[in-house]
């Protein structure tokens, strides 16, 4: 399906947004699952999406697409939701079955009253279809599901084999500090709130474990200031990567709180437009397919 796909983006953004463990929750309840909580999961290492229904784009046509693309995947299914053509209990057990240990099935549904339905429900996806990652029962105060919910994606390593989300740099981002009474200018690669890549036209050669006073950022358009230490230093293609941990002026690792969540947010900001832009390429591919087929059908 990838192949058939000829998405308009380009080959280095593709590689990047499908790179990761990435959650997905198939048509929630908002009012429960707010995607608002999407942020703060990420700021927690969980890349999270939600995938609604739509009219022209089949819901089963979305997931065969996301399980083709993003192959290290977990889906969230709201069982309760009303979807024409889909009856869950019947269509999970046949993706499970299709799709095996590639597929990681969770299942999302509003909390019951009868201690025998949900005792039902869990048997069945459980036991007799045999999802690996959970069969939710979700409060109706709201609040409560955040942690519920990652909880269990805590348990199913959604963060996959990374602890923090990192952001791809885009050419604009860079880091500017004075080493050695030299003004350091370096080209970021990559982001995340608790460490920075970056390279630099002329090695300024910073040993390991020196600290850097006073860093000063330009990330997609936002500033900020941190002191830094260097952790590690690698080649890449023949030029020097280095790898710093950000520290705050007590010389205690991270952020400080402000610029913490400013950058946690800009972070959000730069995966997800990315990765839901090729999303909707996708999307959009197969609606003009479907367009396409119908109008072949009303002509015929």
Sequence with gaps: ???????DIDEDTRNYVIMGRKTFFIVPDVSLLPESYLEDYLARGYETYIISDDRICP????????LSVFTDSILFFYIDADI???E?????????????????IGVLYTKRNSEKEKA???????FDVGIQCGCIALEYQ????????????????????RKTVRAFCDKSSEVVFEYKKQRIRGKLADISVNHFSCTFEND?????????????????GMHFESDAVVMITRDVNGQKLYIFLFTKRDGSNGLDEETLGKLAQKIYQIVTTRAKALMNSMFDKARRMVSEDCEELDFA
């Design 120 to 126: 039902n429900l869990e048997k069945y996806y459980l």
């Design 204 to 220: 300024p050669n910073i040993p390991v474990y020196e600290k850097i006073n006073r860093c000063i950022f330009l990330v997609d």
């Design 1 to 7: 399906m990838q192949q058939d796909l000829n998405l």
């Design 84 to 86: 024409e053509g889909i």
């Design 142 to 161: 709201r609040n409560k599901n955040f942690y519920l919910i990652d909880k269990v994606m805590y348990a199913n390593q959604a963060c996959g084999r």
């Design 59 to 66: 819901l089963t046509r979305k997931i065969d697409m996301i």
């Design 88 to 104: 869950w209990s019947h269509y999970i057990k046949a993706l499970h079955k299709t799709y095996g240990d590639k597929a990681m």
